[in-house]
């Protein structure tokens, strides 16, 4: 996989909520989701030593299709950092003893390179008995995590698993976040009943990305397994209808895709 040499990122969908974001000098993973798991539909589109390429890893929560602990701890010995949200710090250093682990706190910048990283607070749940929350532990920290993410003149948000909830949308306004990156494969009684624990819908990533004020969607988590899709189709048609001048991108399956800097004239809040 390339980097862009003239400004902007490319981005590369890896499956399921994987993404690969590049510039020129700086590269980081997203959720990458390459081991052999039952019901896998997709093949594996990125391996360890690719992996440890990277500048950084970043994890949103601990289910398996995001944190992928084998291939984390497949990586060849490099200078990738592991960034989790820090009620996950502890497991991930006992299986990752020789990698920096970095602790991702609620609205705590992180720097990589030149990608400035803002965690932000996910309404998720690892269990249906503890879904849909935020799972603030003992020190107040929150186990399930989105990422705005500064990077090439652009401003990213990428979700993890995640539900809407009122300040959402407030935040990534402020941060005047340009392109989205959203679940749609919803959740129903029939998945809930499995202890599957969902997220936005179509309508409801679609309407979370109009009132962001981003001018690009990238939908995500729809493809992977059987027994839990997302109407991708269906996502493009409601953007469409209710938010026609939202660019919704489909990017294919390790297809690089190019956005070129912008400059924001929305105002700070």
Do not use: K, W
């Not at 309404?123 to 990422?147: K, T, W």
Request: net charge negative; hydrophobic share 45%; glycine share 8%.
């Amino acid at each position: 996989m390339t980097s862009p040499s003239h400004g902007g990122i490319e981005i590369v969908r890896l499956g399921q909520a994987g993404f690969e974001i590049s510039t020129a000098t700086t590269r980081i993973a997203i959720d990458p989701f390459s081991s052999d798991y039952p019901g896998r539909l997709l093949p594996a589109v990125i391996d360890a030593e690719e992996l440890a390429s990277m500048d950084a890893v970043l994890v949103s929560h601990e289910h398996a299709d995001h944190l992928d602990l084998p291939l984390l701890a497949a990586m060849p010995e490099s200078h990738t950092r592991v960034v989790v949200p820090a009620p996950l710090a502890e497991r991930v250093r006992h299986s990752l003893p020789d990698r920096e682990i970095v602790e991702a706190h609620d609205g705590d910048v992180v720097t990589i390179g030149d990608v400035s990283i803002t965690p932000v607070a996910a309404l998720h749940g690892v269990h249906m008995h503890d879904a849909y929350s935020f799972g603030v532990d003992s020190r107040g920290d929150h186990p399930y995590l989105g990422y705005i993410i500064e990077i090439g003149g652009r401003v990213l948000f990428h979700a993890g698993d995640a539900l809407d909830y009122p300040e959402l949308a407030r935040r990534l306004a402020s941060a005047n976040v340009d392109t989205v990156l959203l679940p749609i494969n919803g959740r129903d009684a029939v998945r809930e009943a499995l202890d599957i624990v969902g997220n936005m819908s179509a309508s409801e990533a679609a309407d979370l990305a109009a009132r962001s004020g981003a001018s690009i969607v990238i939908p995500m988590h729809y493809d992977m397994f059987a027994g839990n899709p997302g109407p991708v189709g269906h996502f493009v048609d409601v953007v469409r209808y209710t938010s026609p001048a939202l660019h919704v991108i489909v990017p294919g399956l390790a297809v690089p895709i190019h956005l070129p800097p912008v400059r924001s004239t929305r105002s700070q809040s």
